[in-house]
């Protein structure tokens, strides 16, 4: 069963607007939460992470949402610039060793 | 700077061969981790390593062995590879373990025909 969903495979925008990533998780008992960000024939790196007490986190053009009554949280890259285009992977933990990983969106920015 | 090193970053095998994926991390990390990719799917926690000398299961272990060899290196083994087995393998680092940032290698991807 996959705990982690990210519903969307693929998402389009233009270089300057907003890019909105979403993900969804079941279990409650998640209490962080991580974006990771992947170039082709490269390994993921970390993007931001947020944990459960708080509701939001920064980073430059990067901000984390987390809505824990809708066990769901979106990534949101403003302005989105063409080197920003890879795949997205939304990850959470329970417990120590224990990441469960999304599946991915593909996030295109079109210059 | 090196970071997560992985060996080979390609292999074919045949059904029923053995093989073995080689990591190393220069980080000075405690633990280390083995995930893999395939599509619709994301990254599944094959075994991790929490400290040197230990090991546990995570999501899908059938199929693998692992060895902590010491505090650098995890390598992962198929000792029987199938065809279920083809995916893009992932090793991982981390100087917390589970809830923090994983420092990834490039990834070794295997073909079991």
């Known amino acids: 069963d996959q705990q982690v969903k990210q519903n969307s495979p693929s998402l389009s925008v233009q270089e300057g607007r907003i890019s909105i990533l979403n993900c969804d998780y079941t279990n409650s008992m998640f209490d962080y939460f991580l974006w990771y960000k992947k170039y082709p024939a490269e390994g993921p790196t970390f993007l931001i992470s947020i944990s459960s007490i708080k509701d939001k986190n920064e980073d430059g053009r990067f901000t984390v949402f987390l809505n824990k009554s809708a066990k769901h949280l979106s990534l949101h890259i403003v302005p989105s610039q063409p080197g920003d285009s890879a795949v997205y992977f939304c990850a959470a933990s329970a417990s120590v060793n224990d990441m469960r990983f999304g599946a991915g969106t593909r996030l295109t920015v079109k210059p | ?113």
């Open chain 2, 1 to 113: 700077n090196a970071g997560v090193t992985q060996t080979p970053k390609f292999q074919v095998l045949k059904t029923g061969q053995s093989m073995t994926l080689q990591c190393a991390q220069d980080m000075n990390h405690n633990s280390m981790y083995w995930y893999r990719q395939d599509p619709g799917m994301g990254l599944r926690l094959i075994y991790y390593s929490a400290s040197e000398g230990t090991t546990d299961k995570g999501e899908v272990p059938n199929g693998y062995n692992v060895s902590r060899l010491n505090k650098r290196e995890f390598s992962l083994r198929l000792e029987s590879a199938a065809p279920s087995q083809t995916s893009v393998y992932f090793c991982a680092s981390s100087p917390q373990g589970g809830t923090g940032e994983l420092f990834f290698g490039e990834g070794s991807r295997l073909t079991v025909l």
